[in-house]
């Protein structure tokens, strides 16, 4: 039995218990059984076929960047621990449950040729912003893969608060509207291949989400470095057109549902108003499961 089995094996007899846990799910109506589909045996290995002979280069050789131009700075440990983002000191089970979703996340999207992800979900305060840092973090481990957390929230930016930062610094805001260069913006939190472009300026989203010049950049971003997984942290999709928007630019999305809070309808709604626009959603994280 793999390791990744056995990891998988034992989140289902946590989440039996009550425990925090992950979830997959395309629809909301199959959330309840996402436990049951996630025991199947999983190889440890990442599904292929790669883009080109670049990627496949990178992901046999391994991936290590330096950042000459990208500001590195070590957040606070406290104040990551306190905001329940990764670090070297985190519970070795909480780290395996976001091992669980970067493995699913990229079992369904590499062997596609996907590589931009939006996180999303039906109303605010589901956890987000949350499950973006450490989804990317957790890619971020892998020996092939580096990741770029883009903060695309403007409405409720919480990204750089997250790390201790203050959420006016310069931004995707910013790049949108007043042409600054994203080399001179991006931050690393002092995580080896991982690179954070912050939401910046606070801004009516919706034009900006859906413009000419979002869509470009993403689709570079996409397209630089063949062993580069883009997340973009976004709003939430009821009642707020921006995610709508932005959603056709990127390969696939990724819901989070918040147990106990978010009523199965809103979940099936917000899952049909995604599919109505054509979005690939390849799966659902079942957030804060109460112990």
């Given at each position: ?19 925090t846990?992950v ?10 059984r996402?436990?049951?589909r ?8 990442t ?11 990178a ?5 290590n960047p330096s ?20 670090t070297p ?12 979703l ?5 079992q369904?999207t590499?062997p ?6 939006m ?6 305060g ?53 042409s ?19 939401p ?6 919706t034009?900006?989400?859906?413009s ?21 942290d ?9 995610s ?48």
């Open positions: 039995m793999s390791k990744l089995h056995k990891a998988l094996d034992k989140a289902r007899e946590q989440k039996n218990r009550g425990t846990s979830a997959f799910s395309p629809d909301q109506d199959r959330l309840a996402a436990y049951e996630a025991s199947r045996d999983l190889t440890d290995q599904a292929s076929p790669v883009r080109s002979a670049n990627r496949k280069a992901r046999e050789e391994g991936v950042y000459t131009r990208t500001q590195v700075f070590t957040p606070d440990a406290r104040i990551l621990e306190s905001n329940r983002i990764m000191s985190t519970d070795p089970r909480v780290k395996d449950y976001y091992d669980i970067r493995t699913q996340v990229l369904r590499i596609n040729g996907w590589n931009s992800l996180v999303t979900s039906a109303h605010p589901e956890g987000k912003t949350l499950t973006s840092i450490n989804l990317a973090l957790a890619i971020a481990r892998q020996v092939q893969q580096t990741a770029l957390l883009v903060g695309a929230n403007f409405r409720n930016p919480r990204l750089c608060s997250c790390f201790g930062l203050d959420e006016d610094r310069t931004g995707l805001g910013d790049y949108l509207l007043d600054v260069q994203v080399h001179d913006i991006l931050f690393s939190p002092g995580v080896d291949k991982m690179v954070i472009l912050p910046g300026k606070n801004m009516p989203a034009d900006m989400l859906g000419p010049r979002m869509k470009n950049l993403v689709q570079e971003l996409k397209t630089k470095y063949p062993d580069r997984y883009v997340i973009y976004c709003p939430h999709v009821l009642d707020m057109p921006d709508l928007v932005f959603s056709s630019y990127v390969d696939a999305v990724l819901m989070v549902v918040q147990a106990g809070k978010t009523p199965s309808q809103d979940v099936q709604e917000a899952v049909r108003t995604l599919e109505e626009q054509g979005v690939n959603i390849i799966g659902m994280v079942l957030n804060a499961v109460r112990q």
